[in-house]
């Protein structure tokens, strides 16, 4: 079958690491959007012509030397020699995290960042923000399987050799530059989304887990009276099924539906600035 893809983008060096990231983003969102574009085309009933495929952005930097390869360090520098490469997704939701690990690799390298396109399809269930009921939307809308018009998460991107420490990349590389695949991180995202009924954007750093009920009702009990109050750092408070409540000194709105079932781990957001809720 014809493969349909977006034109593609040129890949680019850079040394600002806002601008890296801004380019990351520039070409996630368009690849994004052109799968779920055709997938809203065959939903109305205009099936694609061939085999709808995006690929993830990626960011590959080369190291020449030693210098700076240094284990004292957690994070942010390259252990030896070689190209270095991972895939990227969600960039919205990692754009500090990404600005702040690009900043450390040219500061501790020298290099510059090469952001492009990678070879890695986005799957569509990930393209359209990890709807469970893709496959319904669709029954009937076609007289071929949906993975016969889209890329479907496929488990061999989403393995964990990386972090598992059993990947052995050839000499000089690629080797990984994240522990994680864009794939893979998809992946953990969307069963956030699955399992807590909220999405992945309103976690924040700091987690409490609990399987009392009493200690959910409380909690809950609290962030609505801090909302009602207009308590100065917490902004707003999200319940299952992506309800929002925001902070009364920011206007009190409310968005959304609390979910109908509770899912298998409901979560509860009590948000700040800087995901320090």
């Not at 919205?92 to 690009?102: K, M, P, S």
């Not at 900043?103 to 923000?129: D, M, Q, R, W, Y």
Request: a negative charge.
């Amino acid at each position: 079958m014809k493969l349909l893809r977006p034109e593609p983008f040129p890949q680019k060096s850079f040394t600002d690491p806002l601008k890296a990231w801004e380019y990351l983003d520039e070409i996630y969102r368009r690849n994004t959007a052109f799968i779920r574009d055709h997938f809203t085309a065959l939903v109305r009933g205009t099936a694609p012509m061939g085999k709808v495929r995006a690929c993830y952005p990626q960011i590959q930097v080369s190291a020449n030397s030693y210098h700076s390869a240094t284990s004292s360090m957690p994070f942010g520098f390259l252990h030896s020699p070689g190209v270095y490469r991972t895939t990227v997704t969600s960039t919205e939701l990692f754009r500090d995290y990404l600005i702040t690990q690009l900043s450390l690799v040219i500061k501790n390298h020298g290099c510059s960042i090469e952001v492009g396109e990678s070879t890695t399809p986005i799957p569509l269930h990930f393209a359209a923000n990890g709807s469970d009921e893709l496959d319904h939307i669709a029954a009937g809308t076609a007289d071929l399987p949906l993975r016969d018009l889209f890329d479907s998460p496929d488990l061999g991107h989403m393995d964990d050799e990386i972090s598992n420490g059993t990947l052995i990349p050839p000499e000089g590389g690629p080797y990984p530059l994240a522990a994680f695949t864009a794939p893979r991180v998809d992946y953990s995202l969307h069963r956030l989304n699955h399992y807590t009924a909220t999405d992945p954007e309103h976690f924040q750093n700091f987690v409490i887990f609990t399987n009392y009920q009493f200690y959910i009702d409380e909690f809950c009990r609290l962030a609505r009276q801090f909302m009602a109050e207009g308590h100065p750092v917490y902004d707003s408070f999200t319940e299952p099924g992506n309800a929002v409540t925001y902070n009364a000194r920011l206007g009190g709105k409310v968005e959304g539906t609390p979910a109908k079932r509770s899912p298998q781990m409901p979560a509860y957001h009590l948000a700040s600035k800087g995901n320090r809720g």
